[in-house]
């Protein structure tokens, strides 16, 4: 079993920053791609950014220059810099990973419980 804590989210003025964390843990064997989605009151859930093992990053052409996803392989973490943030930004941020755990042959996806992020006018 494979499971994903997210750490970081709290309330923040327009034009601040926060970062978030996600942690990977359990029997892993192995991780490929993680990212970061969010979902806002009364809206489907939205990718904002992903990165694979080997570092190539994708982002939502809504947070583009303003955020930056980036992991540690050797801590199993994905981190989301999150610049210039907006109230359009509010919404809960949930960590995902392609992940093997020791047991199993089969990479399925995990997702964490997630994380609020509230931005302020």
């Known amino acids: 079993q494979v499971q994903l804590v997210e750490s970081g989210g709290g309330l923040v003025q327009a034009g601040g920053s926060l970062r978030l964390a996600c942690a990977a843990s359990?029997?892993?064997?192995?991780?490929?791609?993680m990212g970061w989605y969010r979902q806002a009151p009364g809206k489907q859930r939205e990718l904002v950014a992903t990165?694979?093992?080997?570092?190539?990053?994708n982002y939502a052409d809504s947070v583009k220059g303003r955020f930056t996803i980036f992991r540690d392989n050797a801590k199993n973490t994905v981190y989301l810099q999150m610049n210039s943030l907006k109230p359009e930004d509010t919404a809960v941020y949930l960590c995902?990973?392609?992940?093997?755990?020791?047991?199993?042959?089969?990479?399925?996806?995990?997702w964490g419980q997630g994380t609020l992020v509230t931005v302020s006018s």
């Open positions: 359990g029997s892993i064997a192995s991780i490929n791609n």
């Open positions: 995902n990973a392609d992940a093997r755990s020791m047991w199993s042959y089969r990479y399925l996806a995990v």
């Open positions: 990165i694979t093992n080997g570092g190539t990053t």
